[in-house]
Each structure stands twice: as structure tokens, then as C-alpha cells.
């Protein structure tokens, strides 16, 4: 004689189908909250991912070339330095004119610079820039990945400054016979400080 299910295993009212019927609607439950959660992470590094991207697209462009012309915001900060880039002891200068101040602390030798540039010969026409490029990047005073006229005619900025300065041969090349660079040349450097830093 088969055994006889007990009233818990088989309510009259069928809570035992409402009882399955709510764990299946659990589980659906859960899967469908699982796929939202999914959904939901999913746009959210969707929108991390344009947020980057807005990041590289929208960081603010360097200044123009026709920002360094004009009168100076401040002329001549090397005083010594004569119309010649020759100090009053005879040895090779640098020239700065400042066209836009910048704010903080000044950079002194060994912190890292950020910096975009255009460089100019004689003849107004572009040699180099940066423009449309990464920042160049380097420690001022120790790196020689730039010229000496490069350290020299950014002592002193401030982050966000615009600095023109004019660089000669012997704090540039060095006489060095470059393509499309009269050994005899006077650079022309119009340089924004985009940040320093005293350490990494």
C-alpha cells in the first residue's frame, strides 16, 4: 500500500504550487536583476571609456602663434643680455619676453616641465612645434634630450606661462650642420609652461 504524503507535503489550498511558483519567480527574478546589473556595469564603463576619450579630445589646445606677437606683458628679462644674445661678459645669452603670466611656483632646476612649443628661424618660417603632438616633457637643468637655450629661457616660469625667447647657435646646435637650420641662426622659441612639478 503506497505511503500516504503528509498534509506539509501537499497543503489542500496548493501553497506548494505558490511556494514553486515564487522560488521559479525568485530565480527569474535574480537572473533578470544578474542581467541589469550586467546592463548597468556595461554603460557605465561605456561611459568611463567616452569619458577618456573626451579627456584626450577635449584637453585644451596650446595657445597660437599669433598669441606670441605684440607688445610683451613683461620684455627683456635678462637684462644682461644684449641685442647680440652676448652678456656683458661676453658669453651667449638667451632673450625671454613673457606674452601671458602664469600662477604658482617658479620652475627652478630639477623640476619636470611640461611644455608645448613652436620654434621659428629668421625668416618667421616654422622649424618645429608641437602643436597637434604630445607635450614635451623633460627635467630643466638636467635633461639633455633638449638644447641648453631651452633650460635657460624657462627658468623661472610659471605654469600656464607663455614665453617667447631667442636662443644663439652656441646654446642651440652648436654650429652643427642640421637640415634646414643655417648654422649661424638665431631660434626663435615660443614656449607655454603647462605644468611643473618638483618630483614625479
Known amino acids: 500500500m503506497?505511503?500516504?504524503?503528509?498534509?506539509r507535503d501537499h497543503p489542500p489550498?496548493?501553497?506548494?504550487?505558490r511556494r514553486r511558483s515564487e522560488g521559479l519567480d525568485a530565480r527569474s527574478f535574480g537572473r533578470r536583476a544578474g542581467r541589469r546589473r550586467s546592463s548597468c556595469l556595461a554603460g557605465l564603463a561605456g561611459l568611463a571609456g567616452l569619458a577618456g576619450l573626451c579627456g584626450l579630445a577635449c584637453a585644451e589646445a596650446p595657445?597660437?602663434?599669433?598669441?606670441?606677437a605684440g607688445t610683451p606683458v613683461r620684455a627683456r628679462l635678462?637684462?644682461?643680455?644684449?641685442?647680440?644674445?652676448?652678456?656683458?661678459?661676453?658669453?651667449?645669452?638667451?632673450q625671454i619676453d613673457v606674452f601671458g603670466e602664469g600662477e604658482g611656483e617658479v620652475a627652478r632646476e630639477g623640476d619636470f616641465l611640461t611644455l608645448h612649443y613652436i620654434v621659428l628661424l629668421p625668416d618667421?618660417?616654422?622649424?618645429?612645434?608641437?602643436?597637434?603632438?604630445k607635450a614635451l616633457k623633460f627635467r630643466l637643468g638636467r635633461s639633455s634630450e633638449v638644447i641648453e637655450g631651452m633650460h635657460l629661457g624657462l627658468e623661472g616660469a610659471r605654469a600656464?606661462?607663455?614665453?617667447?625667447f631667442?636662443?644663439?647657435?652656441?646654446?642651440?646646435?652648436r654650429g652643427q650642420k642640421l637640415p634646414g637650420i643655417p648654422p649661424d641662426a638665431n631660434l626663435s622659441f615660443l614656449v607655454e609652461l603647462v605644468g611643473r612639478r618638483s618630483e614625479l
Do not use: I
Request: aromatic share 4%; charged share 25%.
Open 160 to 164: 600656464g606661462e607663455r614665453r617667447r
Open 63 to 68: 595657445a597660437p602663434r599669433e598669441a606670441y
Open 13 to 17: 489550498d496548493g501553497s506548494t504550487r
Open 78 to 94: 635678462n637684462a644682461e643680455c644684449g641685442p647680440e644674445l652676448v652678456d656683458t661678459q661676453g658669453k651667449p645669452c638667451v
Open 166 to 173: 631667442v636662443v644663439p647657435p652656441p646654446l642651440a646646435y
Open 124 to 133: 618667421g618660417s616654422q622649424l618645429d612645434s608641437s602643436h597637434g603632438h
Open 2 to 7: 503506497p505511503a500516504k504524503l503528509s498534509v
